[in-house]
T-cell receptor
């Protein structure tokens, strides 16, 4: 079955530590996205990528970094510069970046130890 | 101009009733309006979407109504069922603006 796989499902970060969230898709989609979800705030865009080796900042990119070395993979690193990282992180993909349905993974919940 | 305002924040409906969730936008360049359904611990799933060339779109028990002049669109869930209990997000995109999400509505359908 085609879809988006996010791992791990739960992740704990120590102070000063960088952590990387994995996102893999087998939908052959060009565009991929990372969102952060906090209670009562909907989904906020962190980074997105329309093509391999290219990505753009979203609305809340500070403290995060991404890479897009392969079409099917778009890992997100939460750096120690992100002072409030506790949230539910969602990865999505779409055929293109313009007005196409986005398909989501089941998320990674990040907490601080 | 990038905001999508969604209401109500939470909603309780009896089984068999109609659930109505409303969204409003300001950016007139928006031309794609999807609704997503999210269950706890899961990612959002596309429920239904509309483009502004039609005023209504129906898929099963789910209907989107779109009012271009008022810059509003709404989701109606007919014959609501306990299995519909979830959080619903409206969203909008268009022009160079990526998908912008509303803040979500938590729906509870009581048996």
């Amino acid at each position: 079955d085609g879809g988006i796989t996010q791992s791990p499902k739960y992740l704990f970060r120590k102070e000063g530590q960088n952590v990387t969230l994995s996102c893999e898709q087998n939908l052959n989609h060009d565009a991929m996205y990372w969102y952060r979800q906090d209670p009562g705030q909907g989904l906020r865009l962190i980074y997105y990528s329309q093509i391999v080796n290219d990505f753009q900042k979203g609305d809340i990119a500070e403290g995060y970094s991404v890479s897009r070395e392969k079409k099917e993979s778009f890992p997100l690193t939460v750096t120690s510069a992100q002072k409030n990282p506790t949230a539910f992180y969602l990865c999505a993909s779409s055929a293109t970046a313009s007005n196409q349905p986005q398909h989501f993974g089941d998320g990674t919940r990040l907490s601080i130890l | 101009q990038q905001q999508v305002k969604q209401s109500p924040q939470s909603l309780i409906v009896q089984k068999g009733g109609i659930s109505i969730i409303n969204c409003a936008y300001e950016n007139t360049a928006f031309d794609y309006f999807p609704w997503y359904q999210q269950f706890p611990g899961k990612g959002p799933a596309l429920l239904i979407a509309i483009r502004p060339d039609v005023s209504e779109k129906k898929e099963g028990r789910f209907t989107i109504s779109f009012n271009k002049s008022a810059k509003q669109f709404s989701l109606h869930i007919m014959d609501s069922q306990p299995g519909d209990s979830a959080t619903y997000f409206c969203a909008a995109s268009g022009g160079f603006q990526k998908l912008v999400f509303g803040t979500g509505t938590r729906l509870l359908v009581s048996p």
